[in-house]
């Protein structure tokens, strides 16, 4: 490399880093970014988008099997999985390429090798062709997170499988136990299970997707249990006994152990920051339970060091990544600018059905002070949702009784991580019930039921 010097260094391509990497460019600075991988991270190349492939296929496949509901006939229904599965990496791939292409458009500089820092503003880089060192006065650190493996309950890719495993799996399971009922877990349960897996999801929490509000939670317990899961809150997986095409789980639950055999268990029980081989204790940059300590704006403690995204803690979602890599590139570049608040981030769920949240949820608001009014709308009540044949959900709004705001919202069912972005739009502008009951939503749409659980917490609801 003809010079070695940057404005800003980022290590790691994934949704923060490369975003991060672009914005910088964008703003004049010279950018090199560092990938040992695949560029786009975990998010496009393992998580996010491969999984929302997959989702894809297993809602036709679900659809196909409700043609008659619809006037329609569909004979023979099947599934080739190794296709579905091919869909998925293609769909990867793409991206991937796609990413590479916007850093070459902004002029910067992509070197693939492992990076570790060298004291101030040095990084080591290992490359094929061996180490390289590159200089620049900001570091950010974009390293992501992997899979969480609990002692005795280690992937090995044949019986129990990470993400990544279940990505690309060697075979169908025909009865399967998924360890964890957060967004990782539950998605796969809800693939598996869609393709005609007996499946049984263990959450060690007292309700399945714990960061959800309960109500939602409840409602989406009931749902997946009419698909036929079996679903066990308040338990835990003690030990996992592997013999030939079977392990026999030791789950605890009331007190008791029982004996539960399954040819397939996939484990999600959480993630782990990328912060090993990379400098960051010598650098002295603090560490706390594998993810690096940050304040709101993304500054490690260390001059010239920031972590974003997945290795920075949670939330540890793609969008929250990129919004912090924006945010310290324009810091970098020496504009003003806001902090990512994390109750303002929108989680997704892309089970069937969907889970989608914004902001506080109604047990949270009263833990913190708030005197609260809550409004509900039921799918039931709306009539796209009815037209689509998608009648289960519920649009739950939860708003401070003195001022207005709007303090969270929650839903599940259909589309809703589609509807959610009305919301967050909403809380970001500081919007109070007033605002959004004056708000004409168009008809016929599934976002008419956020106008009317809004209506509801005011006693105000029209088709309810």
Known sequence: MADSTFDMIVIGAGPGGYVAAIRGAQLGLKVAIVEREHMGGICLNWGCI??????????????????KEFGLSADKIGYDLDAVVKRSRAVSKQLNGGVGHLLKKNKVTAIM????????????????????????????????????????????????WTYRHALMPPRMPKKLLVIGSGAIGIEFASFYNTLGAETTVVEVMERILPVEDAEISAFARKQFEKQGMTIMEKAMVKQLDRSKGKVTAH????????????????????????????GLEEAGVKIDRTHVVVDEYCRTGVEGVFAIGDIAGAPWLAHKAS??????????????????????????????PQVASVGYSEAKAKELGYEVKVGRFPFIGNGKAIALGEPEGMVKTVFDAKTGELLGAHMVGAEV??????????????????????????????????????????????HF
Do not use: W
Request: contains cysteine.
């Open 50 to 67: 491969p999984t929302k492939a997959l989702l894809r296929s297993a809602e036709v496949f679900h659809l196909m099997h409700r043609a």
């Open 113 to 160: 090798g492992e990076a570790k820092l060298a004291g101030p503003g040095k990084v080591v880089v290992t490359t094929e062709k061996g180490d390289e060192t590159l200089s620049g006065k900001n570091v950010v650190l974009a390293t992501g997170a992997r899979a969480r493996e609990l002692p005795g309950l280690e992937a090995d890719g044949d019986l129990v």
């Open 251 to 278: 789950i605890e639950a009331g007190g008791k152990v029982e004996k539960h055999d399954f040819d397939t268990v996939i484990s999600a029980v959480g993630i782990v920051g990328n912060v090993e081989n990379l």
């Open 323 to 352: 919004h912090e890599g924006v945010m310290v590139a324009e810091m970098i570049a020496g504009q003003k600018v806001h902090p990512v608040r994390p109750e303002a981030i929108a989680g997704c769920t892309y089970c069937h």
């Open 417 to 462: 991580t589609e509807m959610i972005q009305g919301y967050v739009v909403g809380r970001t502008l500081e919007t109070t019930e007033e605002e959004l009951m004056h708000t004409v939503f168009p008809h016929p749409t599934l976002s008419e039921m956020m106008h009317e659980s809004v209506l509801d917490a005011y006693g105000r609801a029209i």
